[in-house]
């Protein structure tokens, strides 16, 4: 296989080209244990998931720990300011969309069934449809909306997310 090294700045990645699919790493160990172990057909189990749900008919995806991704994502989004991913969540997976008006990126993030990621403060709840966006002014810049099903599971893992015996909301 051939290990390609770039770099943008101080940040150097790694590229190679294994049956068809392209690997990228900030770590030349990590692709080459990847290639080097690709006979054994051993995936990681998040990976494995990840892959499942992916959009096939989308150009690229990314998989991204999000326990080791600060400087890709500084990069990524062309920040020179560090980001705070605050255990959101232990790993995101995007499809990349690639549009004349620009790139476009859709996914899911997925956490271990703890409250120790603030994802798992919906542990237990299911999602509900938000009618708040037909709502919001059309030049928003962001719009986040966290919806659910049971407030009892939200509370109590509230509670164990921040480590306290207050309920805070109602």
Do not use: C
Request: glycine share 2%; aromatic share 10%.
């Amino acid at each position: 296989f051939e290990l390609q090294k770039y770099q943008i700045e101080e940040e150097v990645f790694y590229t190679a080209s294994l049956a068809n699919v392209q690997l990228l790493s900030t770590s030349q160990t990590t692709i080459e244990d990847i290639v080097s172990n690709s006979d054994e057909k051993k995936l990681n189990p998040t990976l494995e998931k990840l892959y499942e749900v992916s959009n096939s008919a989308e150009l690229a995806h990314l998989w991204i720990n999000m326990n080791k991704s600060d400087d890709l994502l500084n990069i990524l989004l062309g920040t020179d300011k560090e980001i705070e991913t605050f255990n959101y969540a232990d790993w995101v997976s995007l499809d990349v969309d690639l549009r004349e008006e620009g790139v476009y990126l859709d996914g899911i993030t997925i956490t271990k069934d703890s409250t120790s990621n603030f994802l798992g403060l919906f542990s237990r709840t299911r999602p509900l449809s938000s009618a708040t966006i037909q709502m919001a002014p059309e030049n928003l810049n962001s719009f986040i909306s966290y919806t659910f099903n049971d407030y009892k599971s939200f509370a109590q893992n509230q509670r164990a997310y921040l480590n306290t015996n207050t309920v805070l909301d109602s």
